[in-house]
């Protein structure tokens, strides 16, 4: 199966599927993160190859600045540094791509509603980031597509620093190779490998119609309206 193929067909499926597939394959919350990686606002699903960055706790004292212009060129220079992960991700190698970012849990907003478009601009599936987002208000009315282990109005500026770009990180206690398959839903975040990712599916897919078939039942019975996650197969 082609990178393509693979990820049109994942998408079908609910992490719930995905992980029931893992357990069956005997790899019971391997992929898992940590129940703290929640969505910014409900509703927000996307998979991906996850595009690793690495941040590092911002170490030693910051400067003092006593005026307007000197605190300008300090929060540049300190966001050039931040913020060089950046320019790796354009429009030509976007498609498909989920960004996760392993900054050790740190408070600091790295994302926020001016690097949520720009992502949004170059392509980006969406982000996933063991740290902070601010900006919550604007970023949701955005749409943009951000899952994180914190919410705060605090900047990276001094509590983060620049680091590596595509090498095996940890996530919200998984461990992350790029190119792994980024799963997010309302329910939390799933990594699959990708060498497992083809048989995952096979699982996953009598997990789902079983679910389909059960639950228009239930619909029926109750004279209720069927939502439209039950045509999710054939999609
Ligand atoms: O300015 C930053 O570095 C983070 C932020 O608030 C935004 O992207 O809107
Ligand atoms: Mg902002």
Not at 78 to 84: D, F, G, H, V
Not at 121 to 145: F, H, K, M, Q, W
Not at 183 to 207: H, T, Y
């Amino acid at each position: 199966m082609t990178n393509e193929e693979l990820i049109k067909e994942l998408r079908k499926y609910r992490c719930a599927d995905l992980s029931d597939a893992m357990d069956a394959l005997g790899l019971v919350d391997v992929g898992t993160m940590d129940e703290r990686m929640r969505p910014l606002r409900p509703g927000i699903e996307f998979k991906g190859f996850a595009h690793t960055v690495k941040l590092y706790p911002k170490q030693g004292k910051v400067k003092e600045c006593k005026t307007v212009e000197e605190w300008k060129e300090e929060l540049s220079r300190e966001c050039n540094n931040i913020y060089s992960f950046v320019d790796t991700i354009t429009e030509e190698n976007s498609k498909d791509m989920v960004v996760v970012i392993d900054m050790d849990g740190i408070r600091g907003g790295l994302w926020g509603s001016e690097i949520a478009m720009n992502m949004m601009r170059r392509g980006i599936e969406g982000v996933v980031i063991d740290g902070g987002c601010r900006d919550s208000y604007e970023t949701n009315l955005e749409n943009a597509p951000v899952f994180c282990t914190r919410r705060t109005f605090t900047h990276s500026y001094g509590r983060v620093q620049g680091g590596t770009v595509g090498e095996v990180i940890n996530c919200a206690g998984v461990t992350v190779k790029p190119g792994d398959v980024i799963c997010a839903d309302d329910d939390g975040v799933l990594v699959i490998p990708r060498e497992v990712a083809e048989d995952v599916i096979k699982f996953a897919k009598l997990q789902l119609e079983e679910d389909i078939k059960t639950r228009s039942d239930h619909y029926k019975a109750l004279g209720f309206k069927p939502d439209e996650t039950l045509e999710r197969l054939s999609k």
